[in-house]
């Protein structure tokens, strides 16, 4: 199976390329992080990504979703809730290790990952509470995550979301 991830800093511009890769055909799998945080926010929790469980939560969430599709573009992967973990000071979990350890040994994603780079800006959600300084040193812990794991980076600079949709779908079978 062909499963890339697409991942990269908070506001990096990837919800709209997967939005545009999905018009032009692909398969894509959303981010778990951001339907965690807001079904957490709708149960009363304002800030989930405090509680240590947060991280375990959005693990589970990726493990379904990756077991119900096939060929596709993953925005975001286990690597990179082993990045917000890092970043949010929390130790990795047994759940989490785990999940490495099988996308490792089974080769679940492909061995090149699009690292979309920052825009130069972040826009605040209510999933997104985080300063363009502190997202560009989240940008520096997933590239370093990625590194640590042995991924390849292939890097999609800003621009044109045409231009950087093009990119992604010159190095997939999924044209």
Not at 87 to 104: Q, T
Not at 158 to 167: S, Y
Request: hydrophobic share 45%; aromatic share 10%.
């Amino acid at each position: 199976m062909a499963r890339y991830i697409l991942t990269g800093a908070p506001g990096a511009g990837k919800t709209a390329l997967l939005r545009l890769l999905e018009r032009r055909g692909c398969a894509v799998v959303e981010e778990a992080a951001t339907d965690v945080i807001a079904l957490e926010q709708a149960l009363g929790r304002p800030e989930p990504w405090t509680d240590p469980g947060f991280i375990d939560r959005i693990v589970a969430l990726q493990v379904q979703r990756q077991r119900l599709v096939g060929d596709g573009v993953f925005d975001r992967s286990p690597i990179c809730t082993w990045a917000l973990g890092e970043f949010l000071g929390f130790p990795p979990s047994p759940a989490l290790r785990a999940e490495i350890e099988r996308i490792e040994a089974e080769q679940i994603y492909e061995a090149q990952v699009f690292f979309i780079q920052n825009l130069g800006f972040v826009t605040p959600t209510a999933a997104r509470r985080i300063s363009y300084p502190d997202a560009l040193r989240f940008e520096a812990v997933h590239l370093e995550a990625y590194r640590r794991f042995g991924y390849e980076l292939m890097m999609i600079p800003p621009g044109d979301l045409a231009a950087r949709a093009d990119q992604v779908l010159a190095n997939t079978p999924f044209q």
